[in-house]
């Protein structure tokens, strides 16, 4: 076991947490990709999935949607994106590729969420005199919220994945400290990276899985 | 000297049918490579999940930990996952259908357990009146009434491990994945596209294949539907 030593020792360095390329600013570049994708993604497909749960059309697309995003890999479309003339734009050909990828869980959970609303409640909103708007806003929002949650979370650690896979390309984030691992041949950089990226990842889904122990019941769902 | 040659490859286009006639053999190996490592990982992983979760429905104890350790192992990035293996196993094919295994994990355990609970009680009372035996009953009565639920988990396992295969390149041993990682390196388009649409070929391929399969198997449901 030298090898889990020397990757103990590798995170335990202080010169591999600063600088450019230290942990630290991986994590930063990791966190800001992480975010800035799911709030996007979610300003994309949940407006869309509520409205469409709220009509009850275009089931279809959001569940075949689902199946899509997992057919296609993650990596080929990073490639994909970097060989289109958007690569040459920084970042972008890996933003691109984690809110396509983010979208599908979004879309599917807070549709099922919507469509999953006992109709009796909505018939007794309506009969008590409620618009549509008023409707979708304070009574299937609410109700749908613990699914819409479910997506938002599954949608945050598939980001966090499909981060990790951007290092490929060359997008930021703590995926590189395990490329660089790989370039260098230095097994212990790699164990170090991908012990890193797993606790960020664990981490990610612990802070949605405490939302939802300590939110309100509503929040919780079942209760 | 002569002229570089003016056809699809020198201009480096998306598509192009030269790439697909020269290259035909590497493509093959790619492809076959992709389907191995799949169908490898997927059958070790079936081997694993089956026993798992009969003791997870054996034993209420294992319910927790079972399910908690394969959601944990599916949390973490697959690249990380690979990573993570690597002082195991080294630069290897066993390295990537390793990782694949530990993803299809919690999928298979999760969708077999469902199915098993979800034979209807009353079905394993007659069955046990009409004096089957605990093997017996579960060969001949819970594992068929379990196998849509248990389909459903393998047919998002393969999807999932096809795609997943393409990570494998990092090692060097990612089927489709190492013609789209060479492709990258030299912004070869016409291989990075091939690959991929290849790669969403054999997926969608797989998982009809499998859908025919669980036809096959659960002829009642399909008499139930017409």
């Not at chain 2, 068929?144 to 990092?170: N, Y």
Request: a positive charge; hydrophobic letters at 55%.
């Amino acid at each position: 076991m030298n090898t889990l030593a020397a990757a103990w020792s590798w995170l335990t360095s202080a010169s591999n947490w600063s600088g450019s390329g230290g942990v630290w600013n991986r994590l930063g570049e990791h966190l800001f990709l992480t975010v800035v994708c799911l709030v996007i993604s979610c300003a994309i497909a949940l407006p869309v999935a509520l409205v469409l749960g709220h009509l009850g059309r275009g089931g279809a697309l959001a569940v075949n949607i689902s199946n899509a995003g997992r057919a296609v890999p993650t990596f080929a479309v990073l490639v994909l994106l970097l060989l289109t003339p958007i690569g040459t734009h920084g970042q972008w050909p890996t933003i691109i590729a984690l809110v396509l990828f983010a979208i599908p869980p979004l879309l599917t959970n807070a549709y099922v969420g919507m469509r999953g609303v006992d109709r009796d409640v909505v018939q007794a909103a309506r009969g008590m005199g409620m618009t549509g708007g008023q409707l979708l806003r304070r009574v299937e929002v609410p109700l749908a919220l613990p699914l819409i949650l479910t997506g938002v979370r599954i949608a945050a650690v598939q980001l966090v994945a499909t981060a990790t896979i951007a290092a490929l390309v060359g997008g930021g984030g703590l995926g590189r400290i395990i490329t660089a691992g790989f370039n260098l041949a230095d097994t212990p950089q790699v164990v170090a990276g991908a012990v890193l990226v797993a606790v960020f990842a664990l981490l990610v889904e612990g802070v949605f899985e405490l939302v939802r122990l300590l939110g309100p019941r509503w929040v919780r769902g079942g209760g | 000297m002569t002229a570089p040659p003016d056809d699809c490859l020198a201009r480096n286009e998306w598509i192009c049918g030269d790439y697909l006639s020269s290259r035909r053999t590497i493509l093959w190996d790619a492809v076959l490579q992709h389907l191995h490592l799949t169908f490898l990982a997927i059958l070790l992983a079936l081997l694993i999940a089956v026993p798992l979760a009969l003791a997870a429905r054996r034993w209420n104890w294992a319910v927790g930990p079972v399910l908690g350790i394969t959601t944990i192992l599916y949390t973490i990035p697959s690249l990380a996952m690979f990573s993570l293996l690597l002082p195991l196993y080294g630069l290897a094919a066993s390295l990537v259908v390793a990782g694949l295994v530990l993803y299809s994990l919690t999928l298979l355990v999760r969708n077999i357990l469902a199915g098993l609970r979800a034979v209807p009680e009353e079905t394993r009372q007659a069955a046990r009146g009409m004096g089957y035996g605990p093997v017996r009953l579960l060969l001949t009565v819970e594992l068929p009434l379990a196998l849509p639920a248990a389909m459903a988990g393998l047919r998002i396992a393969t999807v999932s491990a096809v795609s997943l295969v393409t990570i494998g390149a990092i090692v060097g041993y990612g089927g489709l994945g190492n013609l789209i990682y060479a492709g990258m390196n030299t912004f070869f388009k016409a291989q990075v596209l091939t690959a991929s649409v290849l790669c969403v070929i054999i997926a969608v391929a797989a998982d009809l294949l499998l859908l025919g399969l669980q036809r096959l198997l659960t002829p009642w449901a399909r008499e139930r539907r017409a």
